[in-house]
């Protein structure tokens, strides 16, 4: 059984950071491709980081810069840094398991709620 629980999200000034957790079980990180969406209020969800099996990390041309994915294998955790971030970056933010570039997988946390204050 797969589970994704994403922690790490709360309340902070614009100009801030972050950095969100996704700690994986029942299926492993180092092994297969892990993404991070988000969706604000009446909007689509968006994938703004994927990180594949071998480490590769690939974020939009629009976020570059001020996102970053990683991961730590022992801890089968993704991680989501978040820098100098805007109120437009305040969404819900998602994990998401064996999904690629344009697809997303079949296994999603519950989400971690990102706001920015002006």
């Known amino acids: 059984q797969v589970q994704l629980v994403e922690s790490g999200g709360g309340l902070v000034q614009a100009g801030g950071s972050l950095r969100l957790s996704c700690a994986a079980s029942?299926?492993?990180?180092?092994?297969?491709?892990m993404g991070w969406y988000r969706q604000a209020p009446g909007k689509q969800r968006d994938l703004v980081a994927l990180?594949?099996?071998?480490?590769?990390?690939n974020v939009p041309d629009s976020l570059k810069g001020r996102f970053t994915i990683t991961r730590d294998n022992a801890e089968n955790t993704a991680y989501l840094q978040i820098n100098r971030l805007k109120p437009e970056d305040t969404s819900v933010y998602y994990c998401?398991?064996?999904?690629?570039?344009?697809?997303?997988?079949?296994?999603w946390g519950q989400g971690t709620q990102v706001t920015v204050s002006s």
């Open positions: 998401n398991a064996l999904g690629s570039w344009g697809r997303t997988g079949p296994y």
């Open positions: 029942g299926i492993s990180l180092s092994k297969n491709n």
């Open positions: 990180i594949d099996k071998n480490a590769a990390a």
